[in-house]
């Protein structure tokens, strides 16, 4: 995995872009969990919510590659 991308001529980290497409697949998924009212049962849901983002976030980051030297 390259550690930066050039987009329009401006080095970008690649972890960036993998924070970014997290961040909506994020927003999607805590859509769908309000909607099916899976935050009454957790006990803290600003905390869940946290932790499914660095879930979500570490395991992509962990997918593509990113904790190999």
């Known amino acids: 995995m390259p550690r930066e991308i050039a987009l329009f001529s401006v080095l970008m980290p690649t972890l960036l872009l993998v924070v970014i497409a997290v961040s ?11 909607r ?3 935050y009454r049962l957790v006990w803290h849901p ?3 919510r ?5 879930a ?7 997918a593509l590659g990113f904790g190999t030297p």
């Open 36 to 38: 099916w009212g899976v």
């Open 46 to 48: 600003a905390l869940f």
């Open 50 to 54: 946290a932790a499914l983002f660095v």
């Open 56 to 62: 979500l976030l570490c395991g992509t980051a962990l």
């Open 24 to 34: 909506l697949l994020f927003v999607g998924l805590d859509l769908l969990l309000s």
